[in-house]
T-cell receptor, first 115, second 113 residues
Framework: DGGITQSPKYLFRKEGQNVTLSCEQNLNHDAMYWYRQDPGQGLRLIYYSQIVNDFQKGDIAEGYSVSREKKESFPLTVTSAQKNPTAFYLC??????????????FGEGSWLTVV | ELKVEQNPLFLSMQEGKNYTIYCNYSTTSDRLYWYRQDPGKSLESLFVLLSNGAVKQEGRLMASLDTKARLSTLHITAAVHDLSATYFCAVDLNSNSGYALNFGKGTSLLVTP
């Protein structure tokens, strides 16, 4: 089935450690996004990518890094520079070719906790 | 900067009652999205509104868009417990932001017997 797969679903990070969240889509979507959600809050944009080998910072990019080496994949690394990384991370994607206004689809999310 | 404001942020309503959630946004946009989120889960797309005056209905939920007023509403008719969830509205950002969505803070809805 087509969709967006995020892994792992739950991840624990030790202080000073980098961790990488995986996001893979088989929808042939052009654009991919990473959002962060804190408890009881809305979604905030971390990074986005419209084409392979290109990505841009969102509103809260500090302490995060991404890559887009393949159209299907957009991994997010939470670095040790991110001082408060405990949150729910959501990956999303959408088609751009047909014009914007198309639905953005979300993965199931990854819970990251600092221990 | 595009701002998206929802109200109310918390809503407790009895089964069988009607209510409306409001979503205001600060810049011109023809596209507005409504999502549902259950606790600990991802977002589920409910409605995509693509033009002024658009109205869409699914079951007990109806969404509308007034682009001139920069206002969307999500109307709940005869609420049932299964509608308890958090509802988000979101607006398209432009090409400078990769057509990402800018979200409101969400409305937590609790439907009680």
């Amino acid at each position: 089935d087509g969709g967006i797969t995020q892994s792992p679903k739950y991840l624990f990070r030790k202080e000073g450690q980098n961790v990488t969240l995986s996001c893979e889509q088989n929808l042939n979507h052009d654009a991919m996004y990473w959002y962060r959600q804190d408890p009881g809050q809305g979604l905030r944009l971390i990074y986005y990518s419209q084409i392979v080998n290109d990505f841009q910072k969102g509103d809260i990019a500090e302490g995060y890094s991404v890559s887009r080496e393949k159209k299907e994949s957009f991994p997010l690394t939470v670095t040790s520079a991110q001082k408060n990384p405990t949150a729910f991370y959501l990956c999303a994607s959408r088609i751009l070719r047909a014009g914007y206004g198309n639905t953005i689809y979300f993965g199931e999310g990854s819970w990251l906790t600092v221990v | 900067e595009l701002k998206v404001e929802q109200n109310p942020l918390f809503l407790s309503m009895q089964e069988g009652k009607n209510y409306t959630i409001y979503c205001n946004y600060s810049t011109t946009s023809d596209r507005l999205y409504w999502y549902r989120q259950d606790p600990g889960k991802s977002l589920e797309s409910l409605f995509v509104l693509l033009s002024n005056g658009a109205v869409k209905q699914e079951g007990r939920l109806m969404a509308s868009l007034d682009t001139k007023a920069r206002l969307s509403t999500l109307h709940i008719t005869a609420a049932v417990h299964d509608l308890s969830a958090t509802y988000f509205c979101a607006v398209d950002l432009n090409s400078n932001s990769g057509y990402a969505l800018n979200f409101g803070k969400g409305t937590s809805l609790l439907v009680t017997p």
